[in-house]
């Protein structure tokens, strides 16, 4: 293997085709004497040598005149034959390495004529983890050897996972619920689908040790709260952004809020729904308040005669570790709105006022339940306060692009469409073309993990499996079992009989 030339960022190695025992996302070092530079293979093409197309077209006129190849009995065109052959690998420069340590604005070249390049695959644990091992989260192998990234990197920070449908989001971030949940952190999931629910429960059918630090919140059932634990702010919000009321019909709602607060000195759903039927006002705003409480009231999450959910000692946790799985499965889109601009502002004011440890939010499908205006302030305000966003799509494009820009991890699965790798390629801690590239090339159940988790050194991994019961799959129709359902038919048969 030799260097041919660099641009930019980018490094062009020539090498024979048996010298190829790497495959793309994998890493090379180019060695001269105690340094080395680090590349990730993007790409491997035929070398442009001059005189090919001239070369191949002979070559095909030949095989057209005589019918075959031509003879050459003493192989005197096996050097000819092997530079066409020569192939183009280009590469990412990710750093120097020095004295095991990495430098990723050094000037420094290795000799292009006697570097030496091997494959550097193994080498990566120890440069992206800075060789600590300490609270690691195994995530699976690269190139076979054991690789994980530690809490620290997910502490603090923002995180988006994504990838096409059926890629291996969710798996993963069971695998990170896992780890930081058994380190000690507080991790509440947002579960659209209902798939996070049996993380109490191993494949085998025993329980997890998952499950002693785990608590399902079914809203209505419960979880449930109180008009007055929503509170004014949040009821206003809710009945802005959620039930869409118009900005004349929420000042009424104020207006009577606080006009039943200074007479009772507390407000119940009881007393606003009373106070809205008699009080005098007009009539289209009325109705408009009237059908808005009438949708919280059907939701079943507003429940006077219980005591609101406390949130507080639900997600109290003294180092053992807590998960809260929210699960939002079966609920209206409203009811699922009404339930998170709750969340999200009684999370905010325990955290403000130090009451809970901050806390990792796993967020799938967010735009199903998150109202634009939000994603701002929970990658910014809520993120200061305590509150850890990893985000989960399938579509990047229902996440903001500021999002991706600001984003300090992103575990990236296989996208085969364009437009979906632009919009990551947004992001700022990784370049457009290796987004593109790499993303594309992504077998099943590899993932590229790019950000502050490697330190800007991207890696592919082969996710690992897990003994935890996941429930991440799609009700079909049509089952491959076939005795299953030659089961099924014997039984309807002899039922028929
Ligand atoms: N590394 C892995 N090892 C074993 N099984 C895996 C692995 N990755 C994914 N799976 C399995 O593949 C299936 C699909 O994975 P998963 O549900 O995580 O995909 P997804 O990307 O979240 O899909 P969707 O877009 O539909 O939400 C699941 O049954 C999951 O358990
Ligand atoms: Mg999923």
Partial sequence: MRILQK?????EILCKPDEIDFNIGDYLVAWSGDKALLMQVIDVAYADIPGVTEDILRDLSAEEVNGRSLFDPYNVSS?????????????????????????????????????KIVKA??????????????????????DGVSFGITVNALDGRLTIITGKKESGKSHMAKILIEGLVTHGASVMVLDVNGE??????????????LMERMLILEPGENFTTTISEIGLGCMLDILEHVYNTPSTSCREFSRIWKMIERREGKVSFEMLVDTLSHIQMNESVREALMSRMNSIEASGFVNEERNPTDLKSILHNSGEGRLVIVDLLNLIPATRRLIVEYLLTKLSSLLKNN????????AEEAHLYLRETYWEDIVTRMRHLGLFPVFITNQPDTIPEAVYRQADNIFLFNFSNENDLERISKAARIDAESVKMLGKTLPPRYCLLIGRMVSDIPVMLKVRSSELKTMGYTRIFF??????????????SEAIH
């Fill in 7 to 11: 641009h930019k960022d980018t490094i």
């Fill in 79 to 115: 050097l000819s034959i092997l530079m066409r052959e020569i192939r183009k690998v280009t590469a990412k420069i990710r750093g120097v390495i020095n004295n095991s340590h990495i430098t990723t604005n050094s000037t420094w070249l290795p000799n292009r004529f006697s570097a």
């Fill in 121 to 142: 695959n193994d080498k990566l644990m120890k440069i992206t983890q800075n060789e600590q091992n300490s609270n690691l989260i195994t995530l699976g192998t690269v």
């Fill in 196 to 209: 996070y629910t049996s993380l109490g429960y191993r494949i085998d059918g025993g329980e997890s040790h």
């Fill in 355 to 362: 009451m809970i440890n901050p806390i990792f939010l796993f």
């Fill in 479 to 492: 089952r491959n079992d076939t005795k299953r359902q030659g089961e099924t038919y014997w039984r309807n």
